[in-house]
């Protein structure tokens, strides 16, 4: 899987993550993680979610894939 630029909006992705406060928690395989709108500013404006990680993490802190797309009999 190539690299995508930086999400600009909430959703799904599938991201590495690389720069995590503790390094054991850095992926290895890519893995869907959510993009939300943390109300703050500059580079805060979005955080990013990731199973098993306690605290939000910042978006330059992942290699970037594709968004998750949601089958349309889900929407």
Do not use: C
């Not at 991201?15 to 395989?29: E, I, R, T």
């Amino acid at each position: 899987m190539s690299t995508y630029p930086i999400p600009a909006r909430e959703g799904h992705w599938w991201a590495k993550l690389k720069l995590a406060d503790n390094p054991d928690d850095n992926s290895v395989n890519w893995e869907v993680v959510q993009v939300f709108d943390n109300n703050g500013e500059g580079d805060e404006t979005f955080m990013v979610s990731v199973p098993g990680i306690e605290r939000g993490q910042l978006l330059d802190a992942f290699v970037w894939g594709p968004p998750v797309h949601r089958p349309e009999n889900l929407r």
